[in-house]
């Protein structure tokens, strides 16, 4: 639970329905990469609660749904952690990572009161 691995390869970690909150511990806390992860369930609350506390172990997270499955080019990939930036080259969201947005508003009509017209004595 602790190496990123690359390669056909599936961890499987077994435990009892009562270790839920020590395996989701595990999970979340155990290694400093976070490519990608998923759960399968059919409870949807534990679905809810599984996803909210795995929210930061994973930058590509599935449910009910293999891991492989980012859409490129439609679909943000890259992990999270020491796993990435949770985005992939190419995609609109990593074009995010090199702007800065900023706003300039300019009036070509010099104002003639402080005031907005909602503040007007009336």
């Not at 490519?35 to 172990?57: N, P, Q």
Request: proline content about 4%; aromatic content about 10%; glycine content about 10%.
């Amino acid at each position: 639970m602790e190496e990123e691995i690359f390669g056909p390869v599936l961890t499987v970690y077994i435990y009892k329905n009562s270790e839920l909150d020590e395996a989701l511990r595990l999970c979340d806390e155990t290694s400093p990469y976070g490519l990608t992860g998923s759960i399968f369930a059919t409870d949807r609350k534990a679905i809810v609660e599984m996803e909210k506390r795995l929210r930061h172990a994973a930058g590509n997270f599935y449910i009910n749904n293999k891991t492989s499955g980012a859409v490129v080019g439609q679909q943000p990939f890259g992990g999270s952690r020491g796993s990435g930036t949770n985005d992939k080259a190419g995609t609109k969201v990593n074009l995010l990572k090199w702007t800065s947005i900023r706003t300039i508003s300019e009036t070509f009509v010099s104002p003639v009161n402080y005031r907005y017209p909602f503040m007007a004595e009336k």
